[in-house]
């Protein structure tokens, strides 16, 4: 029966083959994103809520602009006007949105032309313009110095998401359908404090009427600190460290791992200074899972129109013309997809297209490079370490189901949607209650916590250290489920030389260093002290 199950998934996959890309984005992981920065999806977020009170929410976070130097005026990090930043949720399993969140963005000087200040003795002055986003002191109370401005819309689209039905998504006070966004966080000379900037930040959280959802979310938009943890320079430089926990234990401080392992420390941790931009959402589940198992799909996505002239006479806000229709240039579900699994030519094909296409890829999954890859540049080293003879460090079951259930099929009985569908999204079981924060597993699942990553994606979820475990076989040996060592039978230890090792980029990420209530992730870093 199993047997028949899995070639029938492989027989889906390949039969998919069509002319269109798919999958992710995050962090410049593709040639053409990296010209658009506005438009690359840094980050995805798909988890069971864990704010007290909140058990019966999802939260979905979709982050945006990539590795933001807090200093990085005067302009900082404004989202792209033209743009249509979405969150896609499908509930029936056939890999097609349900639901889609559909953010449009607007900016605005203040009064019209923004605020000018007279210069020049009288007689012979003039009003100018000046050239910062604000000119004085900003809090909660008082915004009157801000001259720049960020506000969106927010609409739910049922169905398709270019022929279903569009319905505003409002603010459940009665204000309207225009929501603010933060400025970002310029420094301590504008905001005093990062508790002052925290307030005034907190402020700009809303609670939303949904159409068709008799109880109300939330809606937040602004800077936060980025939450994704990696050692971003030395993994993209050949793996340049020894990736094997070299303590006995991550962070005991022993050398008693892996001789040579890398240890875990921040100092590995490339975007410890950086912040992005989050777009956050908590919605009922009763509001997202629709009639099927209680399992949703998601992922995020940006848009521009086809056409884009540029105006050789630029002003605020008439900078382009834009037409033709939406066009996908952004999309992310699972993490590190793009980046580690699929090749450097189909990149760009992979950030443009829709679950429903992913079968393209197929090879990408069922037989992945980066293994192989790593057995290159390791092996021999491995084994005059450890005076073994092993023939590769790369798994040797082909085709790797192990892969195709965790990111293409979900896991029977935990992700796994009721219709089965090979395609690309995090997928997340609103049934399993949430872990509260100070009990979570940075490893989800493979920590015993159900709650966790592959099972959607936690902010405190280190999908670096999992993604490495398991495109090295750590699901053909036994997984903690219910505290239970389980055999998933989708291969065995002989099959992966290296699979019970703990592969690390040494980069330490756990619940802690995030809020623990919406919009959960920290407040960002200043600009200035």
């Excluded at 058990?55 to 302009?75: E, K, S």
Aim: aromatic residues 8%; hydrophobic residues 40%.
């Amino acid at each position: 029966m199993k047997h028949n199950y899995l070639s029938a998934v492989i027989g889906t996959l390949c039969a998919s083959l069509l002319a269109t890309g798919s999958f992710a984005s995050s962090h410049r992981e593709a040639p053409n994103i990296t010209r658009s920065p506005a438009l690359d999806s840094t980050d995805f977020y798909a988890f069971n809520s864990y704010e007290s009170g909140r058990a019966d929410f999802v939260t979905l976070i979709a982050n945006y602009i990539p590795l933001q130097d807090a200093y990085g005026g005067p302009n900082y990090f404004a989202m792209d006007p033209h743009a249509v930043y979405s969150i896609h949720v499908d509930n029936t399993g056939d890999a097609v949105e349900d639901l889609t969140f559909e953010f449009r963005f607007s900016q605005a000087l203040a009064g019209g032309e923004g605020v000018k200040l007279t210069v020049g003795p009288e007689g012979n002055s003039r009003s100018v313009a000046v050239p910062l986003k604000n000119v004085g002191g900003v809090t909660a109370t008082d915004m009157s110095a801000v001259n720049f401005s960020e506000s969106y819309s927010i609409k739910l689209r049922s169905g398709d998401r270019k022929t279903g039905t569009r319905t505003d998504v409002a603010m459940a006070s009665g204000m309207g359908t225009t929501f603010k966004k933060p400025l970002d966080y310029i420094g301590n000379k504008t905001f005093t404090s990062p508790a002052v900037y925290a307030t005034y930040a907190n402020s700009f959280i809303y609670e939303i009427a949904i159409p068709g959802c008799s109880t109300n979310g939330k809606v937040f938009v602004g800077q936060r600190k980025d939450p994704f943890v990696v050692n971003l320079g030395k993994t993209f430089d050949l793996v340049n460290y020894v990736p094997v926990e070299g303590d006995s234990a991550p962070g005991a401080g022993d050398g008693g791992g892996f001789p040579g392992g890398i240890t875990q420390s921040s100092m590995n941790d490339d975007l410890l200074d950086k912040n992005v931009t989050a777009i956050s959402l908590e919605i009922p589940k009763s509001c997202l899972v629709g009639s099927g198992n209680g399992v949703i799909g998601t992922w995020t996505t940006a848009s521009l129109p086809q056409a884009r002239i540029l105006n050789p006479q630029a002003s605020f806000n008439k900078t382009e013309v834009n037409g033709g229709a939406l066009t996908q240039v952004s999309r992310l579900g699972n993490p590190l997809v793009n980046e580690l699994v699929i090749g450097l030519k189909d990149k760009d094909r992979f950030s443009v297209a829709e679950p429903k296409n992913d079968g393209q890829f197929a090879d990408y999954v069922t037989h992945p490079s980066l293994p192989e890859l790593l057995n290159i540049l390791f092996k021999d080293a491995v084994n005059t370490t450890l005076g073994a003879n092993l023939p590769t460090l790369a798994p040797t079951n082909f085709p790797r189901m192990d892969l195709v259930t965790a990111f293409l099929t979900g896991f029977p009985g935990v992700n796994q949607l009721k219709t089965v569908t090979p395609s690309e999204m995090l997928r997340l079981n609103t049934g399993i209650a949430a872990t509260a924060q100070m009990q979570q597993s940075a490893f989800g699942v493979a920590g015993n916590d159900l709650a966790g990553f592959p099972n959607g994606r936690r902010p405190g979820d280190d999908v670096v250290d999992i993604a490495l475990r398991v495109v090295m076989g750590r699901l053909c040996y036994p997984i903690p489920v219910g505290g239970v060592d389980t055999d998933l039978g989708l291969c065995k230890p002989a099959d992966a030389n290296v699979g019970n090792v703990p592969f690390t980029d040494g980069a330490p990420l756990n619940a802690s260093m995030m809020k623990n209530m919406f919009p959960y992730l920290a407040d960002p870093l200043a600009g200035s002290n």
